[in-house]
């Protein structure tokens, strides 16, 4: 499997402009999770799906951002307008259930984002 | 919510010295429990991970963690490090309550380890 691919590794933009963020989990997971990273605040948790439903998104900083899932495969984060505040390191992770016996969430390699 | 504490932000040793870092929970009920590590420019790998049974915990590259329930701890350990040890490290937990499939984060230790 070639593991949760996010796309683009890199994104710097200038403050005012959309920015979409993209995931494939890996296939099978039924959870699919972003998460933003920065020196300030650390890793935290923006928003996460469940069979493509959104479960909880009170991470998400505010109404700039959005996140969809329309399928099993494939998953959005936006910033519109983007700010430079908002420039960071943001991952998407994927799961299957967790049992009581065995949970690990894979991570992508990351976007780097910037905005100038 | 749960809330994770990882005690040192920035550890710095030598190689052959050995390493703990600190990782305390909140959360009183049954929880999963995990440590990854982010290499420099790298995404998160999971080091290891304690669901029940024996407490301590062996991971990859020589790593183990110790699950100490009355102290809401797990921490991490290396009898020596070596210079490729050099990453961020993140403590999370994982309830088995109503935020069933979420992990709670640590807020990261740094490890720098020299030659």
């Known amino acids: 499997d070639a593991g949760v691919i996010q796309s683009p590794r890199h994104e710097v933009t200038e403050m005012g402009q959309e920015v979409t963020l993209r995931c494939k989990p890996i296939s099978g997971h039924d959870y699919l999770f972003w998460y933003r990273q920065t020196m300030m605040r650390g890793l935290e948790l923006l928003i996460y799906?469940?069979?493509?439903?959104?479960?909880?998104d009170s991470g998400m900083p505010e109404d700039r951002f959005s996140a969809k899932m329309p399928n099993a495969s494939f998953s959005t984060l936006k910033i519109q307008p983007s700010e430079p505040r908002d420039s960071a390191v943001y991952f998407c992770a994927s799961s299957t259930r967790p049992s009581q016996s065995s949970y690990e969430q894979y991570f992508g390699p990351g976007t780097r984002l910037t905005v100038t | 919510a749960q809330s994770v504490s990882q005690h040192n932000h920035h550890v710095i040793l030598s190689e052959a010295a050995s390493l703990e870092l600190g990782c305390n929970y909140s959360y009183g009920g049954t929880v999963n429990l995990f440590w990854y590590v982010q290499y420099p420019g790298q995404h998160l790998q999971l080091l290891l991970k304690?669901?029940?049974?024996?407490?301590l915990v062996k991971g990859i590259k020589g790593f183990e963690a110790e699950f100490i329930k009355s102290k809401f701890s797990f921490n991490l350990r290396k009898p020596s490090v070596q210079w490729s040890d050099t990453a961020e490290y993140f403590c999370?937990?994982?309830?088995?309550?109503?935020?069933?499939?979420?992990?709670?984060f640590g807020r990261g230790t740094q490890l720098t380890v020299w030659p």
């Open positions: 799906f469940n069979n493509n439903v959104p479960i909880d």
């Open positions: 999370a937990v994982a309830d088995r309550g109503s935020t069933l499939g979420r992990l709670y």
């Open positions: 304690y669901f029940s049974g024996d407490p």
